[in-house]
T-cell receptor, first 113, second 115 residues
Framework: DQQVKQNSPSLSVQEGRISILNCDYT??????FLWYKKYPAEGPTFLIS?????DKNEDGRFTVFLNKSAKHLSLHIVPSQPGDSAVYFC????????????FGTGTRLTIIP | GAGVSQSPRYKVAKRGQDVALRCDPI?????LFWYQQALGQGPEFLTY????????KSGLPSDRFFAERPEGSVSTLKIQRTQQEDSAVYLC?????????????FGPGTRLTVT
């Protein structure tokens, strides 16, 4: 069963606009969530994380929101830039990150110049 | 830079051959993870080390898969008698243990193709 779901396989956004990537999870033991960005032929690169004691974390152009009651998180990128075009993976962990990560299937984001 | 490195980057094996994949974690990182990523999927957990101790190997798909980290630094993932379904990208990640960073930092992966 897919414990972390990214229901949008792809997303296209105009340069300068906001990109919103969504992720849902089912396992209530998850208490730490991360977003990774992946370019072809490279490993995933850590972007931003959030623990379950928060509902928002911001780092520059990237903000992650966590809605625990809905078991939903989202990544906002604003403004979107061409270099943001990549596959984005949502990941979750129990024990505040000191355990294995469970990944979603990814969303391919394309920024249109 | 002192990121996670993996070798080889690409490996082609004939079905039935044994392969060994190497991971050099970030210096000082206590935790080391192996993941398998099939085409079009997210990475899936294989096994986890804290120093030289293998604390979780629940994700290893069969007893043909074996991992070790004898001195608590470099790790090797070995696959015996490779099968076509083993074709995937194998990713290694390392992290500090709490207290400290919880983020896992990934290497570039080894793409294994079994023919």
């Amino acid at each position: 069963d897919q414990q972390v779901k990214q229901n949008s396989p792809s997303l296209s956004v105009q340069e300068g606009r906001i990109s919103i990537l969504n992720c849902d999870y089912t396992n209530s033991m998850f208490d730490y969530f991360l977003w990774y960005k992946k370019y072809p032929a490279e490993g995933p690169t850590f972007l931003i994380s959030i623990s379950s004691i928060k509902d928002k974390n911001e780092d520059g152009r990237f903000t992650v929101f966590l809605n625990k009651s809905a078991k939903h998180l989202s990544l906002h990128i604003v403004p979107s830039q061409p270099g943001d075009s990549a596959v984005y993976f949502c990941a979750a962990s129990a024990n505040f990150g000191n355990e294995k990560l469970t990944f979603g299937t990814g969303t391919r984001l394309t920024i249109i110049p | 830079g002192a990121g996670v490195s993996q070798s080889p980057r690409y490996k082609v094996a004939k079905r039935g051959q044994d392969v060994a994949l190497r991971c050099d974690p970030i210096s000082g990182h206590v935790s080391l993870f192996w993941y398998q990523q099939a085409l079009g999927q997210g990475p899936e957990f294989l096994t986890y080390f804290q120093n030289e101790a293998q604390l979780d190997k629940s994700g290893l798909p069969s007893d043909r898969f074996f991992a070790e980290r004898p001195e608590g630094s470099v790790s090797t993932l070995k696959i015996q008698r490779t099968q076509q379904e083993d074709s995937a990208v194998y990713l290694c990640a390392s992290s500090l243990s709490p207290p400290g960073d919880y983020e896992q930092y990934f290497g570039p992966g080894t793409r294994l193709t079994v023919t």
